[in-house]
């Protein structure tokens, strides 16, 4: 199954987590969310995650390096505190390297691939696009490549 997502990203995303039942891979340019505005989709997808029954060093980020001249510097540098805060392994490229992916990878069997950050304006927008896919020879592709950056990665 393949199926484009715009508008409907947080949605699916939502939905994906709720059945998800051991792991979670997340690559993401920028997260940002509003821990304080309950209608906030990017928010929804944070608390969503920690919810899970599986959480604690199951979910994994990796998430671009903040850098003080960069754009995504405050919210990443915010971001990732709160994800470790509540108990997620969170990692950024080595020095030098950006991360520009976009991937969730749920129980290494679907996978959401694209151009949606975590941010709140993204996840709804109607001109980003991502893919939902569980075609197995795909999902494992990206389940090794999210692992090699995994490992070629260091611990924020």
Same mark, same amino acid.
């Given at each position: 199954?393949?199926?484009?997502?715009?508008?409907?990203?947080?949605?699916?995303?939502?939905?994906?987590?709720?059945?998800?039942?051991?792991?979670?891979?997340?690559?993401?340019?920028?997260?940002?969310?509003?821990?304080?505005?309950?209608?906030?989709?990017?928010?929804?997808?944070?608390?969503?995650?920690?919810?899970?029954?599986?959480?604690?060093?199951?979910?994994?980020?990796?998430?671009? +390096?903040? +850098?003080?001249?960069?754009?995504?510097?405050?919210?990443?540098?915010?971001?990732? +505190?709160?994800?470790?805060?509540?108990?997620?392994?969170?990692?950024?490229?080595?020095?030098?390297?950006?991360?520009?992916?976009?991937?969730?990878?749920?129980?290494?069997?679907?996978?959401?691939?694209?151009?949606?950050?975590?941010?709140?304006?993204?996840?709804?927008? +109607?001109?980003?696009?991502?893919?939902?896919?569980?075609?197995?020879?795909?999902?494992?592709?990206?389940?090794?490549?999210?692992?090699?950056?995994?490992?070629?990665?260091?611990?924020?």
């Amino acid at each position: 199954m393949i199926k484009i997502l715009t508008s409907d990203y947080a949605y699916q995303v939502l939905s994906q987590l709720r059945q998800s039942s051991t792991s979670i891979d997340i690559l993401s340019y920028v997260i940002k969310f509003n821990l304080y505005k309950r209608s906030d989709k990017a928010n929804l997808i944070f608390c969503a995650l920690k919810s899970l029954p599986f959480s604690h060093n199951l979910v994994r980020f990796i998430l671009d +390096r903040p +850098r003080a001249y960069k754009p995504n510097y405050h919210c990443n540098k915010f971001s990732t +505190r709160r994800l470790k805060e509540a108990g997620f392994l969170v990692r950024h490229p080595t020095s030098g390297d950006t991360q520009h992916a976009k991937l969730f990878l749920f129980d290494k069997s679907i996978a959401i691939t694209g151009s949606h950050n975590i941010t709140t304006t993204s996840v709804i927008s +109607r001109y980003d696009i991502s893919i939902l896919m569980d075609s197995p020879p795909h999902v494992s592709y990206l389940v090794d490549l999210f692992n090699q950056l995994w490992d070629n990665s260091l611990e924020a």
